[in-house]
């Protein structure tokens, strides 16, 4: 059965697609999540997507694709290759961050997922501050992502969408803040701790973007 109103959206357990979940719910969209367990240090956030998930009663689907097995190298995969600290998150440098080809392989099963269930659409958190430094992130990416898709499905096939890719983390949270999206659930550290470490290129995004919201970071890791 075709849902005309359903829609897969890839939930790290971030501030992005917490969000994104968040503005599907306002919209009236029937939601169902997707979270990827890749071998990232910080999986940490798997939790996360899960508490979100529950936050507004949709399913939340965990997929293991263990990319770390394919001896990938990244600062996000192996302790080979040091997490950038102490910098801007557009910083060249930044680039340690990168898992080679991770979002074609994750939108390709969200595709192939919402396809599943129906869904006309898949819904992923890019913003415009990715661009700099991950190529993925970037409109040509989703426009060429789609036209493969075409050719892949013969013709009708659910479209990937990045509704914040024009937007900065800031006007992000922003938005959530507008929706009372649950952000005190989410979570971004790169370091794989316990505790937001705030030193890696994720964790000063997601500081800068509440003090351009005057606003305080709502984490707490007592409310787990």
Known sequence: MTETRGITIVLSGGLDS??????????????RTLTFDYGQHHAREIASAKRVAQYYDVVNDVVA????????????????????????????????????????????????????YGHHFVWFGAHAGDRAVYPDCRPEFIEALNVTLRKAYGGQHPLVIAPFIDLSKGAIVRRGIELDAPLQY???????????????GSCVERAEAFSANNAIDPFRREWW
Not at 18 to 31: D, Q
Not at 78 to 105: C, E, F, G, H, Y
Not at 189 to 200: I, L
Request: charged share 20%; net charge negative.
């Open 18 to 31: 917490t969000v994104l979940l968040a503005m599907a719910v306002e919209h009236g969209f029937r939601a």
């Open 65 to 116: 694709v263990d990319l770390a097995s394919l001896g990938m190298q990244s600062a996000l995969l192996t302790k080979d290759v040091a997490l950038p600290l102490d910098m801007a998150s557009d910083d060249v440098r930044q680039r340690a961050t990168i898992v080679p080809n991770r979002n074609l392989i994750m939108l390709s099963i969200a595709v192939a997922q919402a396809s599943t």
């Open 186 to 200: 989410t979570w971004t550290c790169y370091a794989g701790g316990d505790e937001p470490c705030k030193r890696c």
